[in-house]
């Protein structure tokens, strides 16, 4: 069911550098993050560097408060929210039911947009079913260890693409410079907090906790290899957004070239390295929008599953250890299946317009919830006292909660103005 990382003849950790952190990076940086800083890099050149260091601190942070909590005690993040209230089952719930389903349709989309783009003998909706029922094949047993192969090769992929793409714009290291003084140019508020709050993930940031059980890192004598290891992920994600930066002010801010929203803005950009450095350049960065949805498929569909199972799992009062609790068992392949067939009808019908305003509510009430609920859970004696927050922690948590809940208020508002 797990897979224990450790000698096998002296029992003492075998400690890797490629772990959960690599995984919850990779899983948390999708199509939309991609496009999100492309359109920011188009806008407003490097300006917004400092957001995407700032943005990448603030997750390092919330990771490695998820993570500390379970190494310290033992117990899942939900059982941390749980020990709140039952008032967070209300909000939990409905959230992962809802999001689960309209996710599972917007991957699917993406993936298969990618795949259309480069073999268009199907459909971009016949495509995002064959990925949803290939991540749902990859990860129905519950093995870890295959599961992290998959993700580290598809961050290789995402990551050679894209730094490539940057460098063959022959990027102007003076001006990156500037981008590191932390401005907000005129109207671009919204953009820098997109931008910031895009680096790495949301629901999936609460998932690292499960991913450490499942490598086996389960004990506080592994917290300094998780810190190291959430660092790591972390850099390698700040590297791979700052080069989507530099083809955004590189290739599109210096020609005022626009390119389209969502998903199709990659499709856009892969047009644009085409016509500038050759046909091989497009589908070499098209191989590399791939490998950025299919990453953010296969991740949600393991480690959002493995929350849910869990959650469901503490709801009914099964024990810590019940199968059903845990990867492999009934309520996991349950939420892999509702990531996976459900959505599949809005690939071809369309998406309701209240289950849209829903999920926007509450997916936009979440990274606030979780920076509110480790400032809660991290200060208290629900944690032993030599792994409670440090002053530090405490205010760039109380900064993380400031950020995301303005980016909360703005998409709270951009979704009642698209359901109007």
Same mark, same amino acid.
């Given at each position: 069911m797990t897979v224990r990382d450790v000698n096998q003849s002296t029992g003492e950790p075998k400690w890797s550098l490629v772990g959960p952190g690599i995984v919850v990076a990779a899983t948390g940086v999708g199509a939309a993050d991609l496009i999100a800083t492309t359109v920011a890099g188009s806008k407003y050149g490097y300006a917004l560097l400092w957001a995407i260091i700032a943005g990448c601190i603030m997750k390092v942070v919330l990771v490695e408060g998820a993570g500390r909590y379970t190494l310290a005690t033992g117990n899942t993040i939900f059982e941390g929210w749980s020990s709140l209230g039952r008032w967070k089952h209300w909000y939990f719930g409905p959230y992962i039911v809802i999001w689960g389903f309209v996710y599972g349709a917007a991957a699917m989309a993406g993936t298969g947009l990618a795949l259309y783009s480069l073999f268009p003998a199907l459909s971009v909706a016949v495509w995002g079913i064959v990925s949803g029922l290939l991540g749902m094949l990859l990860v129905w047993s519950g093995r870890y260890d295959r599961f992290e192969k998959v993700l580290t090769a598809l961050v290789c992929l995402m990551f050679v693409t894209m730094v490539l793409a940057a460098a063959l714009t022959l990027p102007n290291l003076g001006e990156i410079l500037t981008g590191l003084v932390p401005i907000i140019p005129e109207g671009a508020l919204i953009n820098v907090l997109s931008v910031a709050g895009g680096v790495g993930g949301t629901i999936t940031l609460a998932a690292y906790g499960y991913w450490l059980r499942e490598k086996g890192w389960t004990t506080p004598r592994f917290m300094r290899v998780m810190r190291l290891d959430n660092g790591i992920a972390y850099l390698v994600t700040g590297i791979f957004v700052v080069a989507t930066l530099i083809v955004g002010a590189e290739l599109l801010y210096s020609a005022g070239i626009?390119?389209?929203?969502?998903? *199709?803005?990659?499709?856009?950009?892969?047009? $644009?390295?085409?016509?500038?450095?050759?046909?091989?350049?497009?589908?070499?960065?098209?191989?590399?929008?791939?490998?950025?949805?299919?990453?953010?498929?296969?991740?949600?569909?393991?480690?959002?599953?493995?929350?849910?199972?869990?959650?469901?799992?503490?709801? *009914?009062?099964?024990?810590?250890?019940? =199968?059903?609790?845990?990867?492999?068992?009934?309520?996991?392949?349950?939420?892999?299946?509702?990531?996976?067939? =459900? =959505?599949?009808?809005?690939?071809? $019908?369309? *998406? =309701?317009?209240?289950?849209?305003?829903?999920?926007?509510?509450?997916?936009?009430l979440f990274m606030p919830f979780m920076s509110v609920t480790l400032l809660w859970i991290l200060n208290t004696d629900r944690v032993p006292r030599e792994w409670r927050n440090k002053l530090l922690t405490n205010i760039l948590l109380v900064l993380c909660t400031l950020a995301f809940a303005a980016l909360a208020l703005d998409q709270l508002r951009g979704a009642i103005v698209k359901v109007l």
């Open positions: 626009v390119i389209g929203a969502g998903d *199709q803005g990659m499709v856009d950009l892969a047009g $644009v390295l085409g016509e500038r450095y050759g046909t091989w350049m497009s589908k070499l960065f098209l191989v590399g929008f791939w490998a950025a949805s299919m990453s953010s498929l296969v991740g949600v569909w393991n480690g959002v599953s493995l929350m849910f199972a869990d959650f469901l799992g503490h709801v *009914q009062g099964k024990p810590h250890e019940d =199968p059903d609790r845990l990867a492999g068992g009934r309520y996991y392949k349950f939420y892999i299946f509702w990531l996976t067939i =459900p =959505p599949m009808v809005m690939l071809f $019908v369309g *998406q =309701p317009v209240y289950l849209i305003l829903a999920y926007g509510v509450l997916g936009a």
